[in-house]
């Protein structure tokens, strides 16, 4: 695992729109309503997404903002703007709109209101509840069939229509609705290359009034990242790895909701300790240990070194005490 550079990133900035990296960037599909086919169409035959960059592209994108009809924040590939750098900016900038992601599946969705996650879907009702909930045991099959077919044609959780016609009970369905919403996106932290948008658009929430938000995104990332079960990182695990703070790192941590299991791994963190050793300490296997430094890495919170470039003892005094808000 190769050290980031989240500390030259942890001062989010609102990244170039496709027009100003015509050579590196791609144009994004935009939206007028989040029930528009054209807008969420995977499956389209010629998708903007799949095609480079050219100057014409780049001119319609900057037609259909100036009628008002797209408002891309930012856009780019993961390799090079990773998710919790766009989660963040959710927050930060207090962004309302839709956060899409494209890979090798049906896009994902993340509505936001006012720098809140509302929640995440997709068009793929397989693969947005691969199995059925006990809620809807005793609920109309044909109901149900209703509702999920809504969901393949504009996306809308068939839990969340459900609960709209009083076919379940609305605090469970809305429990049941961010669990899956984040199971769902917590596919995405191991996706190779993912395209990612972030399109402004307050007109797109008008319909989700009665869904509350998570105000805090950190929190929620974090809890995406605990249902990611077997993580791939960047260059392999090794073991010999030492995992440090970043500046900005040690500051985050403190406010994050973390388990007992995070505080004290994240506590061991020293600038001297390798991952192993750490394993040791708390007497955790590599698996549990791999699953949790990828936790700390996918948040650009920590950059782990080679353990040949640190030359100082390790410390024995640590961090000293366990951090984080407690969960």
Known sequence: MEGSNSEERDQIERPATPAEHEGTSEPGTSSDAFQSDDWWRASAPESDWAQP??????????QRKEVGTADVYFCGRTNLFPLNLAIRAIGKENLTGLLRARWDQEPIDVLARDGEILFATTRDVDLYCPDTPSIIADVDPEVVANAR???????????????????????????????????????????????????????????????????????????????????????????????????????????????????????????????????????????????????????????????????????????????????
């Open 53 to 62: 960059v050219s100057k014409t592209a780049v001119t319609e994108v900057g």
């Open 149 to 327: 077919d809504q969901q393949k044609e504009n996306g809308v959780p068939f839990l969340l229509t459900l609960a709209r016609n009083e076919s379940i009970e609305r605090q469970p369905a809305f429990d049941l609705i961010r669990h899956h919403g984040q199971l769902l996106f917590s596919q995405l932290w191991s996706a190779p290359n993912v395209w990612i948008m972030f399109e402004k658009n307050t007109d797109l929430l008008g319909e989700f009034g009665d869904v509350t938000g998570d105000p805090d995104v950190d929190d929620w990332s974090l809890e995406t990242l605990r249902l990611v079960q077997n993580p791939e990182q960047s260059g392999g695990f090794d073991p010999a790895l030492i995992p440090s703070y970043t500046r900005e790192g040690f500051d985050r941590v403190q406010k994050l909701k973390l388990t007992s299991d995070e505080a004290q791994f994240g506590s061991q963190f020293n600038g001297s300790r390798s991952v192993q050793q750490i394993a040791k300490n708390l007497r955790l296997d590599l698996k549990s240990a791999r699953q949790l430094l990828f936790r700390f890495v996918a948040l650009e919170i920590i950059e782990c070194w080679p353990g040949s470039i640190i030359a100082k003892p390790e410390s024995k005094s640590g961090m000293g005490r366990l951090f984080g808000r407690g969960r």
